[in-house]
């Protein structure tokens, strides 16, 4: 009866500008001792591929891919892939000398593993002494979150070159870090995935919403959103206490019951790109006891002196009021404007530019371009010529800019297929160079902005936009939005010389 000798080869590309090198790790797994060995191959086909064979073997019969969990004992919890496959059963299966599987990773980062499954002995029969197929399985590759893995294989020898070689593919998608399984690797509980915050969220009165969760040590700093279609609040909390429940009053701009509460967590191990939990808000409870001792001493007093109770009663109508008319902002009454928001490519888009526009177009009165929006345009009219078009018509231009980017960041967020990253081009220094033109011809610049959410330094090609107003949201939410609807003339001759890129 044939067995199975695996030989597995992992490829690593140098990306340092320099030639390419592929390195490859050899590891027997068979009968008897297993056997390692490491050393550096240059680019160029196998030997084998060079002997002309009269009759090669067909391709499988099927192939199938599943993750389970490794039972050797690692510091980092280990997920590996179980690649199974059967041959088919007729005569070129004589003919069989081994088994190459190769997977491509696509994902936070790329890899290229191979394995070669080698039969110990040639096939005597088409099929098992049984009557069944021959099925072999090989468990070795390792399997990240949220990865998109190809698997191929083909048998060997290989068909003679200038032919079609017969193979077979399938796809692999593995789980994201809240996976049973997944969210015990190292990754994913730097990331919070074995953290339960036990949200809970109730509606106080119209205005307010009580949102309660347990912290983590992972980290002190978390955003609270609440959502109802729109974003109808958020607040920031610093929680410096060792785990504990947490409470925290956000005011609401909108009918709040039933609506999505958003925690995000800022851990030092992953920045902004740490798991997002959910809850949803309900009526907070009333007690028979809290409503008697709230309204008690005011019957009372009723019954005591009742032009007591008509002052107390006019006094608690007038403060009612003026809170319903304090909590909408008085921005809605100001005129509709429109904004034009440009951004660098690296930048997350879903969860920091779209943030970013909901609350212009919610709590600042500004109707919103965004060149994803308008890549159809862009693509008729041509990016400069769509740019200075856009320029003339809108009331600001708006820089919007972040110094805590994570390559990683659409990754966890959800990537979206044609994506910016994906398909458009980068808009952000062609803004950049229509602004220095500005400046060089000393055009008033009151239509330029800044916008950051870290730090208010600018990278050294952009410090041009050094003489723009910088608002840092969202501690200067307030300040910028009245600033979106004054136009004051900035002096255009700070700082010249850095637009020349």
Not at 118 to 137: I, V
Not at 246 to 253: E, L, Y
Not at 395 to 417: A, P, W, Y
Request: aromatic residues 10%; positive net charge.
């Amino acid at each position: 009866m044939s067995g199975l000798a695996c030989l597995s080869q992992k490829r690593w590309l140098v990306n340092d500008g320099s030639r390419g090198v592929t390195w490859r790790r050899w590891h027997w797994t068979g009968p008897g001792e297993e056997h390692h060995r490491q050393f550096c191959l240059f680019p160029g086909p196998s030997p084998e591929w060079m002997v002309r064979h009269t009759l090669t073997p067909g391709d499988l019969r099927d192939l199938q891919v599943e993750p389970v969990k490794s039972s050797a004992a690692m510091e980092d919890y280990s997920i590996l892939m179980n690649v199974s496959w059967r041959l088919r059963a007729d005569a070129s299966i004589r003919l069989l000398k081994a088994t190459k599987i190769c997977v491509t990773g696509k994902g936070n980062h790329q890899s290229y593993s191979c394995v070669r499954c080698n039969y110990t002995e040639a096939f005597q029969t088409q099929t098992r002494p049984s009557g069944g197929r021959w099925t072999f399985s090989y468990i070795g590759f390792p399997v990240e979150p949220n990865t998109l893995y190809f698997i191929g294989a083909h048998n060997i020898p290989n068909a003679n070159m200038n032919e079609d070689p017969p193979s077979m593919s399938v796809n692999f998608t593995s789980a994201g870090c809240l996976d049973h399984i997944m969210k015990y690797k190292k990754k994913c509980i730097e990331a919070g995935s074995l953290w339960d915050p036990d949200i809970t969220a109730c509606k106080k009165n119209e205005t307010t919403v009580e949102v309660n969760f347990t912290t983590s040590p992972l980290g002190n700093k978390y955003m609270a959103l609440i959502q109802n279609n729109i974003v109808i609040g958020f607040s920031y909390m610093l929680e410096n206490q060792p785990p504990t429940r947490a409470s925290v009053v956000i005011p609401v701009t909108g009918e709040s019951e039933g609506a999505v509460v958003q925690l995000t967590p800022y851990f030092h191990t992953c920045g902004n790109d740490c798991i997002r939990r959910k809850g949803t808000v309900v009526l907070c409870p009333q007690t028979g006891r809290s409503i008697l001792g709230g309204w008690l001493p005011l019957f009372l007093s009723a019954l005591l002196v009742a032009t007591w109770v008509l002052v107390v009663v006019i006094y608690l109508m007038w403060k009612h009021e003026r809170t319903k008319k304090a909590s909408f902002p008085t921005t809605t009454l100001l005129p509709l404007i429109k904004v034009l928001v440009v951004y660098p490519s690296e930048i997350c888009f879903h969860h920091t530019v779209c943030y970013f526009t909901e609350f212009l177009q919610n709590h600042c009165r500004s109707e919103v371009i965004l060149e994803e929006w308008q890549k159809k345009k862009i693509a008729e009219m041509g990016p400069v010529q769509w740019l200075t078009t856009q320029k003339k018509a809108v009331d600001k231009v708006i820089f919007l800019l972040s110094n805590d980017v994570s390559s990683s960041c659409d990754n966890t967020c959800g990537q979206r297929e044609g994506s910016l990253h994906e398909s458009s081009q980068d808009l952000f220094p062609l803004a950049f160079n229509l602004f220095c033109s500005d400046l060089r011809s000393q055009t008033p610049l009151n239509k330029y902005m800044v916008v950051y959410f870290r730090d208010a330094d600018t990278k050294d090609e952009y410090s041009a936009l050094s003489v723009c107003p910088k608002y840092h949201l969202m501690k200067d939410a307030a300040a910028f939005c009245t600033e979106l609807h004054v136009k004051q003339p900035v002096s255009g001759g700070k700082r010249l010389t850095a637009c020349f890129l």
